[in-house]
């Protein structure tokens, strides 16, 4: 029976050739290879090698040090083909600079393109993408000049039986990384410590199809046989090369900000009772203001920024949590989402699917709501969530999502730099204006589009500390702003576009500016009557 190589990360770095694609498999640190990638660093820094890499990454895999961040070197990267750099500012910076090619694509269609290429289908052929920056015909998901001026392509448009569709393009794979927990003396990997199962099996059939290696980096070697076969995740026999981890402590973490927690793995349950509650701020006044849309049996999604920060605290606290499920685009289902550098996560979940799978549901069915961060809103309703000036941070599963899900929800403060607030039973007053207006005549990049939403019926609502705003087909629609705000001087004189107004402009409940339980349940209630 073929057997993998038992080597060093400096051994696994020298097998990386020049001009050659490189692919790695993670999300935040979870899952990260950091041992390898420090190894791919440092042969870099000493020898120049190696160079020229294209990289192909779904999901953002960094805490802002860490991870990609390794790579981030001038002349080790040519091409970066990605989903999010949001927590890898060197990596950015790389963008912004001009230093790299550098192409942003949907997280979602990225984990299916592995299933894709190892079918040797001609290209993933998807409807997620028409009318954003990823459509050919805007910006085909260039995110920088150097990108522009290139002549690379990675998508076009294809059409079948009359419909447009994107076809992501294969990328073939020369080297890919992957992580487990386990390997036994066989090379069989699994993986039951790491808190998410991503599209690692997929990644390493659509590597074996071009003949490309595949290296995996462990935290334990084991007896053959002591691994069970359900518990294999890879079979040896597709695995190159096998990578112990000698300082797992540091360079084998369950996620960035700790170790090992059974409670984010499946392993251990940790107890419920008042942990992981946020204190009141303007994200948690947004986020509640946003989780009133809510109706009973909901299954939703919540991304980066102040929904994954603050929506799994006010579900608990309101004693919510059984009528509503959260599902992240990791593949989790339920529990208390962690935040920040270790999005993706959930301590307590109720089940844990691979990334690439979770997408299928998200695609296809539609979650019931997805609650997203923002940056810009345009006059059109399209919404801004991936370039901010020259900083580039990129979709992640943006596009997959909000094309999709029935209901959509975007959480963001009017204005942004410097905005600060007071709260009260007197409502919301503004004691300093942000100095980055956020309500734009155009976007700087087009994330959703407002159009297309309106024309397939999709419910958006965009939701901040001092107005809500809903799609209507002839663009956004005021209804609702916070007690204590003017409308004149805080909302529209804040705006570079006129929107409409509702007849029965509402006022925002100032419940929801304490620190106690506004009562979320029985605002559930009544919705879903």
Not at 434 to 454: F, P, T
Request: proline content about 5%; aromatic content about 6%.
């Amino acid at each position: 029976m073929r057997i993998p190589e038992f080597i060093t990360a400096k051994e696994a770095a020298e097998m990386i050739e020049n001009g050659s694609t490189l692919s790695t498999i993670g999300m935040t640190m979870i899952s990260a290879s950091e041992s390898i990638l420090k190894a791919i660093e440092q042969r870099f820094l000493t020898t120049g090698e190696p160079n020229n890499l294209t990289l192909f990454h779904t999901c953002g895999q960094s805490d802002r040090v860490k991870g990609l961040a390794h790579l981030a070197h001038e002349g080790l990267l040519f091409r970066l083909i990605g989903g999010h750099w949001g927590l890898c500012p060197p990596l950015m910076k790389l963008i912004s600079e001009n230093a790299v090619e550098a192409f942003n694509l949907p997280q979602g269609q990225m984990a299916n393109m592995f299933h894709s290429m190892a079918l040797r289908e001609p290209g993933k052929i998807s409807k997620i993408g028409l009318g954003t920056f990823i459509d050919p015909r805007i910006e085909g998901g260039k995110m920088n000049q150097r990108t522009r001026d290139g002549g690379h392509e990675v998508v076009d448009i294809v059409r079948i039986d009359d419909e447009e569709y994107i076809r992501y393009r294969e990328v073939p794979i020369d080297t890919l990384i992957i992580r487990g927990t386990c390997a036994d003396e066989m090379g069989n990997i699994s993986t039951e410590e790491e808190p998410m199962l991503l599209e690692v099996l997929p990644a390493v059939m659509a590597a074996k199809r071009f003949g490309g290696k595949v290296i995996c980096q462990v935290k334990r070697i084991v007896k053959k046989g002591s691994i069970s076969p359900k518990m294999v995740t890879v079979p040896g026999v597709l695995v190159d090369a096998v990578v112990l981890c000698d300082n797992p402590y540091e360079d084998h973490r369950q996620t960035s900000s700790w170790y090992y927690d059974p409670s984010y793995s499946g392993q251990g349950w940790a107890p419920e009772g008042g942990q992981n509650l946020v204190p009141f701020s303007i994200r948690k006044a947004i986020g509640r203001r946003a989780s009133m849309l809510l109706k009973a049996g909901s299954i939703i999604n919540v991304g980066t920024g102040i929904p994954n920060d603050v929506f799994g605290s006010i579900l608990a606290e309101e004693n919510v949590s059984d009528q509503i499920t959260i599902t992240v685009e990791s593949g989790i289902y339920g529990g208390v989402p962690a935040g920040g550098i270790d999005f993706g996560i959930s301590r307590n979940a109720a089940a844990l699917i691979p990334h690439d799978r979770q997408f299928e549901y998200y695609n296809g069915s539609g979650i019931d709501f997805t609650f997203m961060g923002a940056g810009e809103m345009d006059a059109e309703g399209n919404v801004n969530a991936t370039r901010m000036g020259p900083v580039a941070s990129g979709a992640g599963g943006f596009i997959d999502i909000t094309s999709t899900a029935k209901n959509v929800v975007f959480c963001s403060t009017f204005t942004g730099k410097g905005l600060q607030t007071e709260f009260g039973d007197g409502g919301l007053k503004i004691v300093q204006e942000g100095s980055i207006r956020k309500m734009v005549k155009k976007v700087q990049q087009i994330s959703y589009n407002g159009k297309l939403a309106a024309q397939r019926g999709q419910n958006m609502y965009f939701v901040t500390e001092r107005a809500v705003f809903r799609l209507t087909e002839n663009g956004p629609e005021l209804i609702e702003i916070a007690k204590g705000i003017d409308l004149e001087r805080d909302v529209l004189s804040q705006m570079d576009f006129k929107p409409l107004i509702a007849s029965d402009l509402g006022e925002t409940p100032v419940n929801i500016y304490g620190e106690e339980p506004f009562g979320l349940a029985g605002i559930i209630e009544r919705n879903s009557r």
